[in-house]
């Protein structure tokens, strides 16, 4: 048997195992891509808080007024994503009242109405400066929200730096908010 | 899955009522529900899924392309709402893997086949 032969009888297992080895580093670095998803990483990291209007929640009167994001300018500030009938967000709102002592915050009521949000308000506390309403779920689109509560930090520069979606339970607002406002 | 059959505004001229029903469910069977991620909105119940087909319907009666509503959602949610995974750098590997493999094959193939 020449050389050659034997190079080329060699050449289907050496295939086998290149590929059994490319598909395990593939899949390794999928199972570290799940673990990511987790919570979804925000699209909008690095980048402006999306242009659509939000309106503010009316609970007396009928004026409408949308949130002017210029209030905030050369702030950090949070945008906090809620609802009256949403469990987590009650889990949370000790840990946002506590966000709400070092900067401001805009609570988007989600697919809420002035009625129940104020009932939540007064029985959670209200850490808002400002409150807006996103009765059909729009405001969330465009913010890329997949689920309430969600917690955005906005710097002073009005761009988004930070996402958490999901409840903002303490050790989060420690290891990963705390910092980002020095 | 009940879809309402509701009143579309044809805004768009090129299209009937059923070819954007059509369209949207045909766009929504590619889009994955973030709720419940292994499902697409075409199939999930979930008040996002929901929300994004209304959201898609009224883009297609606004005249967008298919393209630039899938950009519209990945520019929001990443490429992991796609169901089909974009042909982009670090997806090269998953879209080429399966042609490698053919080509090696007939490349082994032919090399025996010649003795």
């Known amino acids: 048997m020449s050389y050659n032969v034997k190079i080329i009888k060699m050449l289907p297992l050496t295939l086998f195992f290149s590929i059994v080895l490319v598909s395990g580093l593939v899949l390794y670095q999928v199972k570290y891509d799940l673990k990511d998803t987790k919570e979804l990483k925000s699209q909008l990291i690095g980048k402006s808080i999306p242009l659509i209007s939000i309106p503010e929640i009316n609970y007396y009167k009928k004026i409408n007024k949308n949130i002017n994001f210029d209030d905030f300018k050369n702030n950090i500030f949070a945008v906090n994503f809620f609802a009256s009938w949403c469990a987590p967000c009650r889990i949370e709102a000790p840990v946002v009242e506590e966000l709400s002592k070092f900067i401001p915050i805009i609570g988007i009521a989600y697919k809420d109405n002035a009625k129940d949000n104020k009932k939540f308000l007064n029985d959670y506390g209200n850490p808002y400066d400002k409150i807006g309403l996103d009765n059909k779920g729009k405001i969330a689109i465009e913010w890329g929200v997949y689920g309430v509560p969600e917690t955005f930090l906005i710097n002073r520069d009005g761009i988004i730096i930070y996402r958490h979606a999901g409840p903002l339970l303490y050790d989060v607002y420690k290891t990963d908010i705390l910092p980002l406002l020095q | ?115």
Request: proline share 3%; charged share 25%.
């Open chain 2, 1 to 115: 899955m009940i879809t309402s059959q509701s009143y579309v505004f044809a805004d768009n001229k090129s299209l009937n009522k059923d070819e954007i029903i059509n369209k949207t469910r045909e766009i929504s069977q590619n889009i994955r529900c973030l709720v419940c991620r292994n499902q697409s909105i075409d199939e999930s119940n979930s008040e996002l899924a929901k929300d994004l087909r209304v959201l898609i319907k009224r883009k297609i009666i606004d005249g967008l392309s298919d393209k630039e509503i899938y950009n519209y959602l990945s520019n929001r949610y990443g490429d992991y709402i796609l169901l089909n995974p974009p042909f982009k750098t670090n997806t090269i590997l998953l879209w080429l893997l399966p042609f490698l493999i053919l080509i090696s094959g007939c490349f082994v193939m032919f090399k025996f086949l010649k003795k």
